[in-house]
């Protein structure tokens, strides 16, 4: 049996070899446009590719400080313990009143989901669970879903114009939202993500294909490691279901020769695609990170597709329904128009093909109350 100090050389070894790897790949760079409007064809031939990239330099210092001063805020008001409706300092806990799926939990450095029938057994590997610290607290938040009713910063993040358009240049101009989230992971606590591929819904469609199941932004407000990281096995996003159990028996352990840890900088922002293998190791590093995760799809993966069942209830998803969940954009590029206004909003064609406004104020606040209950999740 292998000791303690071995799997953590082979670990340091894993992760220097990642770096390499990723640096070799030529998936990273700043946002570029053609002059018509269309992402740069480097950037789209890397993307579908590998199935992933690093935008850097996206989100600003004056950015960055809002949503730091936000995740900040989010973290001071969590319930003391799993279940309390108070936090710390006795105050109503954040989400406690809300009705969908928001925080999750784990044991410190665990692996809430690996080798179990969570979230319909999607993550068949058990990660490695490194032991911590005997002062650490039982459990911890690890995951907050429908975060943009908690933060207005990531919600201006959300309607950011150029990751809109890239929105639409990778899954058209009537793409429609999928779910946001924040990932905590906090230095020598927070858990792994097992490897997984995301989706659900399309794995056997006659015409799935490379994107299928939509991308996930991931942008980083301190950056992000090897060791904290999220590591992706480039190009499995274009071969259907892997077989992960089968992958981690032939490496001998939950160290996946062929994946590379995507690397940012603080305010790059990562696409993944979600049919990508992918997952994180418990963050036993030095460094917090702290992931704003938005992710769009495709109108014809999800028109009148039964969906759900994973981030919400079961649900056929409807015209209604979408435009419905797509408020939020709406609300985002107006929020985002109010504190930036030097910046071109995005323009989202169904807004402009219906002629629908939205504007970010009290009311639309009141309405982001549990607006994740309507997550269009395939
Ligand atoms: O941020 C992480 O550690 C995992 C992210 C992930 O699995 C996802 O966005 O699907």
Known sequence: MRGHDQDAAAMEDYLRAGEQRAAALGNRG?????PDGSLHEDIVEAYWRCGFYIF????????????????IDIIDRLPSEQGSPVDAKGRPALAADCQGATLFWSK????????????SGRHPVKMSEPEAAVDAPQEIVYLILGDLQFS?????AYGHPQLLAVAAQINGEDFVPFNEALFLKEPGRVASVAWH??????????????GSHGFNFMGQLYGCTAANGVWVVPGTHKLGKVDIKAMAAAAGSDRLPDAVPMICAPGDVAICNR?????SFANTSEDWRVTINFGFHRRSSVLGVKGGGLHNAPAVYDAARIAKR?????????????????????????????????HWNETAKA?????????LSI
């Open 197 to 210: 591929q995301d989706g659900a819904t399309h794995w056997d469609s006659p015409n799935w294909d490379q």
């Open 108 to 119: 410190p450095l665990g692996d809430p989901f690996g080798g179990t029938d969570l979230a």
């Open 152 to 156: 207005e910063a990531c919600l201006r």
């Open 30 to 34: 700043r946002i570029r446009f053609n």
């Open 275 to 279: 049919q990508a293998l992918h997952g």
């Open 367 to 375: 309405d982001l109350k549990d607006y994740n209950m309507l997550d």
């Open 56 to 71: 850097e330099d996206v989100l600003g210092a004056d950015e960055l400080a809002d949503i730091e001063a936000d995740v």
């Open 326 to 358: 797509a408020r939020v954009i709406g609300y985002g590029i107006d929020a985002r128009r109010q504190r930036f206004p030097d910046e071109t909003p995005f323009a989202y064609k169904p807004f402009v093909d219906d002629g629908a406004e939205y």
